[in-house]
């Protein structure tokens, strides 16, 4: 299976501040990565997928970039309802899986 | 307006069979535009992809997460318009929030966008 591991796994940030969660996949994975937020006892909202292109309907606040094995998630300027937590997600190949999660919290 | 919505006994013994249903308003399971996925969600193992079905003319296609090797199954019942999951054998390992979710499929390209629609997700526990 594909590892990926995100980092860091919670961070402390105020509101307008810059934030940026990075995921690093075990093997090359092009550019199949997708990011998430979920916020506590709702299901994950996709925000990105193939690593740098913006769903539709999500603020361009968010913004991916990335390729290979290295990719970042940025927040340019964090708003209050972007206290959540954050996934990348590999569709490379099957298994489909996984970051651990970010978590944002309110400085 | 699409909408997905999980059913399911809420508890279940080890080593039964947990079966879950997600029902879908405002689309066609038997779509060839979606793929119809089962995650779950557990404290200790985070999200977990488990399968995908979608269908191309008059077949089916499945992908199965190899961890869960012969013991999971994904079915979609078009007559009724909703797709099931089911996992034997359980343990308490398979205590988690299961989510049902809708993805767009792009058959030229074979690339699976991810899910943008998901149920609410329902919580299973698995307990004697």
């Known amino acids: 299976d594909i590892q990926m591991t995100q980092s860091p796994s919670s961070l402390s940030a105020s509101v307008g501040d810059r934030v940026t969660i990075t995921c690093r996949a075990s093997q090359n994975i092009n550019k199949y990565l997708n990011w998430y937020e979920q916020k506590q006892g709702k299901a994950p909202k996709v925000l990105i997928y193939a690593a740098s292109s913006l769903q539709s309907g999500v603020s361009s606040r968010f913004s991916g970039s990335g390729s290979g094995t290295d990719f970042t998630l940025t927040i340019s300027s964090l708003q209050p309802e972007d206290f959540a937590t954050y996934y990348c997600q590999q569709s490379y190949r099957t298994p489909w899986t996984f970051g651990q999660g970010t978590k944002v919290e309110i400085k | 307006q699409v909408h997905l919505q999980e059913s399911g006994p809420g508890l279940v013994k080890p080593s039964e069979t947990l079966s879950l249903t997600c029902t879908v308003s405002?689309?066609?399971?038997?779509?060839?535009?979606?793929?119809w996925s089962w995650i779950r969600q557990s404290p200790g193992k985070g999200l977990e992809w488990i399968a995908n079905i979608y269908f191309s003319g008059s077949t089916n296609y499945t992908n199965y997460n190899p961890s869960f090797k012969s013991q999971v199954t994904i079915s979609v019942d078009k007559s009724k318009n909703h797709f099931s999951l089911k996992l034997s054998s359980v343990t308490a390992a398979d205590t988690a929030v299961y989510f049902c979710?809708?993805?767009?499929?792009?058959?030229?390209?074979?690339?699976?966008?991810?899910?943008?629609?998901w149920g609410q997700g329902t919580l299973v526990t698995v307990s004697s």
């Open positions: 979710a809708r993805g767009d499929y792009d058959v030229l390209t074979a690339y699976y966008y991810p899910p943008d629609y």
């Open positions: 405002g689309g066609a399971v038997s779509s060839g535009s979606y793929y």
